[in-house]
């Protein structure tokens, strides 16, 4: 709970914000001027840097491009198990369970279900419990596939697990050593692949929700700044945060 509270301090918006007002405080009610210049200097030339997806893209490519879109299915015929990690929701009544999905989650589920409906006899298995939201999200999950054709009959349920760590564990009890389609987002994988792993799992990668697409993933939009630049961005440092705490932690 707590390192989803502190992580976004370390985003890249919010350090150029912090940075502009460490600067404006030290411009307007101290002696140090030259030094709130420099700080108020790097923190607007940041921004600017940050809002070019360039930047971003570099950085993703060495995440989203370690493991391929998983096409050929037939090859895994074999495999029971369809593991969907959720990527955030929002409870809403009003409004369908699809909708309160994240568009992570959605991508997520919708090649989940993909992958479910070539493996005969599989399970869908939807994890995700909550940290901010009263309903866990493997609940929405579950709604949002039954909606989308899966029979609830084919869907196990792990609604307790905080992150992708919890997730790394409370999946191998249900699946018990045997082998699983893991799907995620692609830049996610690498770590979660990473976390399965370290426990003896035996995850085969099904990345989803690519942001780099085509066949040159860095395209002449990537060198214009824009608002996208920020999205992408503060996806990725949140991907090579957990990396670090996984690492720090020995989890990987």
Known sequence: MIKKIVAPLFMPLSLCLELLLVGLFLLWFTRKQKLGKII???GIILLMI???GIFSDILLKSLECKYPALNDINKYSDVKWVVVLGG???SDPKLPANDQLSSSSLA????????????KNSKLILSGGRVFDSVPEAYTMAKAAVSLGVDARDLIQEPMSKDTKDQSMH???IVEG?????????????????????LGSQPIPAPTDHYLKGQNEISLNSFF???????????TFHEYLGLAWAKIRGQI
């Open 178 to 198: 045997e082998r699983f389609i893991l799907v995620t987002s692609a830049r996610h994988m690498p770590r979660s692949i990473a976390l399965f792993r370290k």
């Open 40 to 42: 108020v200097s790097l």
């Open 171 to 173: 999946i191998k009890k």
């Open 108 to 119: 997520r589920i919708v090649e989940g279900i993909r992958i479910h409906k070539k493996l």
């Open 50 to 52: 940050f809002s070019y």
């Open 88 to 90: 955030g929701h929002i």
């Open 225 to 235: 700044p824009g608002a996208g630049g920020f999205v992408k961005l503060e996806s």
